[in-house]
Structures are given as C-alpha cells and as structure tokens.
T-cell receptor, first 114, second 110 residues
Framework: KAGVTQTPRYLIKTRGQQVTLSCSPISGHRSVSWYQQTPGQGLQFLFEYFSETQRNKGNFPGRFSGRQFSNSRSEMNVSTLELGDSALYLCASSLSYGESSPLHFGNGTRLTVT | GQNIDQPTEMTATEGAIVQINCTYQTSGFNGLFWYQQHAGEAPTFLSY????GLEEKGRFSSFLSRSKGYSYLLLKELQMKDSASYLC???????????FGRGTSLIVHP
C-alpha cells in the first residue's frame, strides 16, 4: 500500500506570492491533517479534514487555508507569503477520526520564502 | 491548552540503553504518542499509551503515568540507525488532534 504522498518536495517562492501544496493520503484514509515544522517551534498543527469538512483548525492566520476533495486528497494554500513561512509542511492521514488513531506522515514539502 | 516538555538533545553509545522523558500538562488527556523522525524524513509512529504502565515492542518500550503527567521512551541495544528525533505527542480528550513536543534529538555514537 502506498504511503502518504506530498508534492512538490521542494519549493522556492518570493515574499508576497502564493503557494499550493498537495497531499494524497493512504488509500482508505479519510482524515488528513497538516502541520508546519520548524526548528524553533517543532510541529505546529494547521488544520484537519475529514470527509471534505474542516474539523479542527490551529492558530494560524487566515492566509493559510486548505480543502479536501471527495477522494480524500487535500491541498493547502498559503497566500501573501512571508519570510517566516519558510518551513517543512507535513501532511498526515489516519484511518479513522478518533483520539487514538496514529498519524501516517508524508515526507513533506520544504518551502523556502526569499 | 497543553504544555509538553522533552529534552532537546541526548547522546548515547551504541549497544547501550537510553531513556527519553516527556512531561506534559494538559486540561484533558486521552493518551500519548511517540514518533520517530530521521533527518529529512517523515515522522513514523512508534507507540500509543492510554493506560498507566510499560508497553514493550521489541527494543523499544514506552511508559506512561497519567497521575504524574509523565512518559518515557526506552530504547535498548542502541544501534546507529536509532539516531533520530523522537517526538512526544499528547492526545487531548475530545479533540482528536495531538499536540507535539519539540522533539528530542538522539545521537548514537560508536
């Protein structure tokens, strides 16, 4: 079974631009979460989707948005990029929507904003 | 909210045993995860503890004390490939989204 796939692996953008990241979960997984990982802050939760509905949202500005499609694939968008948005963006899927469901992470998209 | 503490970095010798601690303070608690993340790779699930006590999985064991807000990951017979970051994550009750600690970078040397 294929793992979680994130594209692209690397991105370089300029301040003020926008970016869209894509995530394909493990087949059969309906819950998709997004995290931002930086050396200083660790893994910070962005949002979580289940059956195309955003169920939870972290403390990030409105420039960060996402969506989930009927096939469970998900995208996140960051508009008006800032230098501080440089980070590794990780997508994770889980089989069910529950407190004990382990997350299966993709290898991430490394975003650099210049 | 949640507050999770774990050491930033630890070093150990190949073949030895190392214990990585994690303390947490949370308004609601369901369970605690441990993940392993090698440099440049995705975090991978190691364990999930809900009840107090020790759970063993091969060379890795995880312990939880709910009353003390404390967990540890025990790695035995260390190998060079165990050099990685170990992330502790608390699953709060009713919210389904785990909160991660900043991770402990473990360096195993010969």
């Amino acid at each position: 079974k294929a793992g979680v796939t994130q594209t692209p692996r690397y991105l370089i953008k300029t301040r003020g631009q926008q970016v869209t990241l894509s995530c394909s979960p493990i087949s059969g997984h309906r819950s998709v979460s997004w995290y931002q990982q930086t050396p200083g802050q660790g893994l910070q939760f962005l949002f979580e989707y289940f059956s195309e509905t955003q169920r939870n949202k972290g403390n990030f500005p409105g420039r960060f948005s996402g969506r989930q499609f009927s096939n469970s694939r998900s995208e996140m968008n960051v508009s008006t990029l800032e230098l501080g948005d440089s980070a590794l963006y990780l997508c994770a899927s889980s089989l069910s929507y529950g407190e004990s469901s382990p997350l299966h992470f993709g290898n991430g998209t490394r975003l650099t904003v210049t | 909210g949640q507050n999770i503490d774990q050491p930033t970095e630890m070093t150990a010798t190949e073949g030895a045993i190392v214990q990585i601690n994690c303390t947490y303070q949370t308004s609601g608690f369901n369970g605690l995860f441990w993940y392993q993340q090698h440099a440049g790779e995705a975090p991978t699930f190691l364990s999930y503890n809900v009840l107090d006590g020790l759970e063993e999985k091969g060379r890795f064991s995880s312990f939880l004390s709910r009353s003390k807000g404390y967990s540890y990951l025990l790695l035995k017979e260390l190998q060079m490939k165990d050099s990685a970051s170990y992330l502790c994550a608390v699953s709060p009750s009713g919210r389904y989204i785990p909160t991660f600690g900043r991770g402990t970078s473990l360096i195993v040397h010969p």
